[in-house]
């Protein structure tokens, strides 16, 4: 069978319609590129990229290039040290807009060009080369290639650079800069002519969202870095037009003046999408379009409710046991749902199994839950037992419940009886 997966994405491409808008030409590098490019990458959480159009065609990372020094500024200073410096409120200004917070002389956040600048020159490093090596080498870690820089725009955009000089050396008399202006802005420049292409990008955002590992289990960004990040993205990464993107699109997104695209479904996927005309905010027109289809096609939008009153779990009774057999993944409100099954055992000694052979995750909140629904099980009377052969509870203090543990499915030490009823119970 060949996955529908790539005729659908050339469906996508097909669907954009006319293009319009102009091609990006304050640098004038950019403006030499083929305006009739378009490609489009989805790259999953475990490493499959599946790509349409021009999907090996070299671009400059430009601005999506943002979100990503941000995350090593804050790996390298902490976040307390990084926010002093940068705020993380839309501006709902152009991307290279001259304006900071008027009080304390902050830009406003790290995905306009004034907070950029900022967050680069906070990235650790001996000097100006180092800390562009530092870069590029992430860059590289989360694309799983190695990543250069483009010499021809980055020399045509340094030659061009005067309104992100001005910027620089605005942040350097209120305090923001701590370095020389006109090497932040020669760095900075560096790292938004780092070349990529839609797989590299759908690739780059796959790590984000799956809190910053690669599909390779390498923790490349610290999770809470991670989320700062996506955050950010969500309420500034698409400029004077976030509130429409929002709206619209409703996922984490950067945009670049080269005409890539990136977005992050957090938990789910990567996308990339790349068409050098750019809309009058500076986006993509039909990188915007079809990020616009895939979230009407592929339900993409963050705030689209769903439904987590499933049901997850079942009581049933099995040799006067107790079985309450959870199914699916547990957060929050899957937890609440076990909880309240719990409720439903009236204090006593029977025995309670609480049967997690279908649970393949469970987050930290969900752990806990389950813990203290134990706990208080075990405190009523009853003699608990937990099948958990997956390991969901980790190493878990289980809360004076007997952890008959992962062996069970691996044929180990479960007392038998409890075993038997579990599986009997499954049928
Ligand atoms: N290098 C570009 C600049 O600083 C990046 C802008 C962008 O992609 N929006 O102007």
């Not at 530092?134 to 045509?156: K, N, P, Q, T, W």
């Not at 779990?313 to 937890?335: C, K, N, Q, T, Y």
């Not at 878990?396 to 119970?425: I, R, Y």
């Amino acid at each position: 069978m060949q996955t529908p997966m790539i005729d659908y994405l050339n469906v996508l491409l097909d669907s954009c319609g006319e293009d319009a808008g102009e091609i990006a030409s304050y640098i004038p590098e950019l403006a030499n590129a083929d305006p009739d490019r378009l490609a489009v990458a989805v790259a999953t959480l475990d490493g499959e990229v599946y790509v349409a159009g021009d999907a090996d065609v070299e671009f400059t990372i430009q601005s999506i290039s943002k979100p990503f020094t941000y995350a090593l500024a804050i790996a390298d200073q902490g976040l307390d040290a990084v926010l002093q410096r940068i705020d993380v409120e839309p501006s709902g200004d152009a991307f290279n807009e001259i304006s900071l917070e008027p009080e304390t002389g902050r830009p406003r956040n790290p995905m306009i060009n004034a907070g950029a600048i900022a967050a680069h020159a906070l990235v650790g490093g001996d000097d100006a080369e180092q800390r562009v090596e530092r870069i590029v080498e992430l860059y590289s870690r989360l694309a799983g290639r190695e990543l250069s820089v483009s010499e021809d725009v980055f020399e045509s955009e340094l030659a061009s650079a005067d309104r992100n000089m001005a910027l620089a050396y605005m942040l350097r008399t209120v305090g923001t800069l701590d370095v020389d202006p006109a090497d932040a802005v020669r760095g900075y420049t560096r790292q938004c002519s780092v070349s990529v292409t839609v797989r590299d990008l759908a690739r780059m955002a796959s790590v984000l969202a799956a809190g910053g590992r690669t599909p390779d289990g390498e923790q490349v960004i610290d999770p809470v870095t991670n989320r700062q990040v996506l955050s950010v993205m969500t309420t500034c990464g698409m400029y004077d037009s976030a509130g429409d993107w929002l709206t619209s699109v409703g996922i984490p997104a950067k945009s670049g003046v080269a005409g890539g695209l990136m977005g992050v479904l957090p938990g789910q996927v990567g996308i990339a999408a790349f068409s050098p005309r750019l809309d009058p905010h500076g986006n993509s027109t039909r990188g915007v379009r079809m990020f616009e289809r895939m979230n009407h096609d592929l339900g993409l939008h963050l705030m689209t409710s769903t439904d987590s009153s499933r049901s997850v779990s079942r009581r049933v009774e099995h040799d006067g046991a107790a079985v309450h057999e959870i199914a699916g993944d547990l957060h929050f409100m899957e937890a609440e749902r076990v909880l309240r099954g719990f409720t439903e055992e009236p204090a006593g000694d029977g025995p309670v199994v609480v049967d997690l052979d279908r649970v393949q995750r469970a987050n930290s909140i969900a752990r806990r839950m389950l813990l203290e629904g134990v706990r208080r099980l075990h405190l009523d009377g009853h003699d608990v037992r937990i099948v958990d052969p997956w390991g969901v509870l980790g190493s878990a203090e289980t809360g004076s419940g007997e952890l008959v543990h992962g062996e069970h499915a691996h044929g180990g030490f479960v007392p038998a009886a409890f075993s038997d009823v579990a599986s009997a119970v499954r049928g």
